[in-house]
């Protein structure tokens, strides 16, 4: 008999207030002529292993991400939601949307240049150990410091990694992850990380940079001129 398939859904995560954008709207400002929005979520719609999509946004951009999703060629894009105050509570937000699913991809709405190579093979990492995040080396030396900046250590930067999204999980674990009342967590990977559970880090891109300042969407800019999108 053939393995029945794998099912795969994805949480876009593009709830975040966007504080350091002064005053830009990270997710709807364009990227290369095309809001940021869609150029993070079409990889996943592009990606053959993903059947479902949850975009998880502010009250205030509602309207304008339904109209941007709503289409034909955004037919994987099942639900928008409302996220929370917390990115742990949008995440959950969105997770509430999927039923009988094998595996949930996250991603920040704030990556634009995810591809469907970093998908995949993020999939695959995951296979391993049930978890998996897309991370690169860290190419600066990184220190500790105390309260009033003085260096109290020096890391060795050949075990550092910088960690990105996608961030790939078995559907139960980043469910009972998202069970715990935790402080503020930065991703995923750490809510699933505190129960105990191994999480695989595979290469990903220093190309797939986060949008949080208009630096940085001056970076991606660039990025997209070099490579010809």
């Known amino acids: ?4 398939p794998e099912k795969v859904a994805v949480v876009i995560v593009a709830a ?5 954008m002064e005053g830009i709207d990270k997710v709807l400002v ?12 079409r990889p996943f719609q592009q990606c053959p292993a993903v059947s479902q999509i949850v975009v998880v946004i502010s009250g205030e951009k509602e309207q304008q991400c339904r109209a941007l999703v709503g289409g034909p060629d955004w037919s994987k894009v099942t639900d928008i939601c409302l996220g929370g105050a917390r990115r742990q509570d949008s995440v959950a937000a969105g997770l509430k949307r999927l039923k ?21 093979r993020g999939l695959e990492a995951a296979r ?3 978890a998996a995040a897309a991370a690169v080396p860290v190419t600066d030396t990184i220190k500790t410091v105390d309260a009033n900046g003085i260096v109290r250590q020096t890391l060795p930067r050949q075990n550092l990694r910088a ?6 999980f078995r559907f139960d674990v980043i469910q009972i992850a998202h069970y715990q009342d935790v402080e ?46």
Do not use: C
């Open 100 to 120: 009988e699913f094998d595996w949930v991809i996250i991603h920040d709405g704030a990556r634009p240049l995810v591809t469907v190579d970093l998908i995949e």
């Open 184 to 229: 503020d967590v930065t991703d995923d990977a750490s809510l699933v990380e505190r129960l105990g559970h191994k999480v695989k880090l595979y290469m990903g891109s220093y190309d797939n940079i986060k949008v949080t300042t208009p630096a940085d969407l001056a970076m991606a800019e660039i990025i997209l001129r070099r490579q010809g999108l």
């Open 16 to 20: 975040g207030e966007g504080r350091r």
């Open 163 to 168: 960690v990105q999204t996608p961030q790939v």
């Open 30 to 41: 364009h990227l290369g002529g095309e809001p940021l929005l869609l150029r993070a979520t």
């Open 128 to 130: 391993e150990t049930g």
């Open 1 to 4: 008999m053939k393995p029945k």
